[in-house]
Nanobody, 127 residues
Framework: VQLVESGGGSVQSGGSLRLSCAAS????????LGWFRQAPGKEREGIGA???????TYADSVKGRFTISIDNAKNTLYLQMNSLKPEDTAMYYC??????????????????????WGQGTQVTVSS
């Protein structure tokens, strides 16, 4: 199983970026994919996830600005980031896991709920 992120870079505040995560080695689509980020000196933060039914969930910090999508034919996960802010600066990771549900609701979960990780791609937003 391999996850490879790409698309990071530097952008000015208010700009947009689209991250990609190419997945390989999975034998089925019965898993959830998540996006996490980690800024220097901070804990890794889950910002969104998509499950096997293509349902999505987002952290409040990115809701309305970021969109997760998936191209099943290409086995590629995307994170469209709009209206970027300097506080979005971080290393961004994609991850795969069984999916987290609380009270029957799909949630992002924590990093320990994901068993497979990419190497990360850096996003820097300047003011």
């Amino acid at each position: 199983v391999q996850l490879v992120e790409s698309g990071g870079g530097s952008v000015q505040s208010g700009g947009s970026l689209r991250l990609s995560c190419a997945a390989s080695g999975f034998t089925s689509r019965l898993y959830s994919l998540g996006w996490f980020r980690q800024a220097p000196g901070k804990e890794r933060e889950g910002i969104g996830a998509i499950n096997s039914d293509d349902a999505t969930t987002y952290a409040d910090s990115v809701k309305g600005r970021f969109t997760i999508s998936i191209d099943n034919a290409k086995n590629t996960l995307y994170l469209q980031m709009n209206s970027l802010k300097p506080e979005d600066t971080a290393m961004y990771y994609c991850a795969a896991g069984a999916g987290v549900y609380r009270d029957y609701r799909f949630v992002i979960g924590s990093e320990t709920d994901y068993g497979y990780w990419g190497q990360g791609t850096q996003v820097t937003v300047s003011s």
